[in-house]
């Protein structure tokens, strides 16, 4: 499944942790026993036969059967237990699940816990990631999305700017103000600021000298002065509590944006995998600045 999914030998091979030798007479031995072609080969890709195909879809409902099996034995004395690949962005990382690990790896001992980041989306059967969690829009596909809660938006900026700049008190006197903008991964675009106004969304972008695609660097330049920023309360909120950030234009709140947990919806979701996932969605159902 892990070679369908990738169309690749040495993919699959670096996903399961295993030499790209034993995966290719692995999958040569199972064609000899079942007495079919499952997958053609060229220098570039592998791809699944019709035969292919067919196992492929029976083998996915059966590993899914089997693992809601395993979810629904409530008194199954074992552990969760395994590897969970886990896609994020830095900031996420740092703010929500590094710190609340230890209760995590305390619960369960056994689960291994691989964290790659990245401020964009990615493919997650490509990449071999087992779920991502990610804030914002998500785009239209055959992946299962599963919310886990509503980041409250924060318009604010280092004392070291205001000081110089002042603190504006409208959206008009905002407009004259310097920002670190925000750039999307995906389109290259400047993201705007959104404020909620008379039940309308207002929509501004800034003037800025430094725009950054990636989280920790956007709140990094904020911090030291660069700019107005307005990333997610849960994420700032300790910086908002010591003054190192201080929150503007509070009588005019920002739309909130979703954090989701994806998963691929044909993959086997393996104990660890469910595991992390629930344990993510309490810690942010928990926070005050997620709750749905």
Request: contains cysteine.
């Amino acid at each position: 499944m892990r070679v369908a999914e990738t169309n690749s030998f040495s993919k699959a091979a670096d996903v399961m942790d295993m030499p790209r030798g034993t995966v290719s007479r692995t999958i040569q031995s199972l064609e000899e026993q079942l007495g079919v072609r499952l997958l053609s080969r060229n220098t570039r890709q592998v791809a699944l036969t019709e035969s292919g195909r067919t196992y492929y879809a029976r083998c996915a409902q059966i590993l899914n059967d089997l693992s809601e099996v395993e979810a629904n034995l409530s008194d199954s004395k074992s552990l969760p237990s395994g590897t969970v690949r886990v896609d994020t962005s830095g900031t996420i990382a740092r703010t929500l699940i590094i710190p609340s690990l230890d209760a995590f790896f305390q619960k369960y001992p056994d689960i291994d816990v691989r964290v790659g980041l990245a401020d964009r989306n990615i493919d997650l059967i490509q990449e071999g990631v087992d779920c991502v969690v990610r804030a914002g829009a998500l785009e239209e596909s055959s992946l299962v999305a599963r919310r886990v809660g509503r980041a409250k938006i924060v318009t604010c900026a280092a004392p070291d700017y205001l000081k110089r700049h002042g603190t504006p008190g409208s959206l008009v006197e905002l407009s004259q103000h310097l920002a670190v903008n925000y750039l999307s991964a995906r389109t290259g675009k400047l993201v705007p600021f959104e404020f909620e106004e008379n039940g309308q969304i207002v929509k501004l972008t800034l003037r800025s000298k430094f725009a950054a695609n990636e989280g920790v660097a956007y709140i990094d330049a904020g911090l030291r002065g660069f700019g107005i920023i307005q990333p997610s309360r849960y994420i700032v909120a300790e910086m908002l509590a010591a003054g190192t950030l201080r929150e503007i234009l509070p009588e005019l709140p920002c739309p909130p944006i979703s954090l989701s947990i994806v998963y691929p919806q044909r993959s086997h979701i393996s104990s660890a995998t469910r595991a992390f996932t629930d344990w993510i969605s309490e810690v942010c159902h928990r926070h005050p600045d997620l709750k749905d």
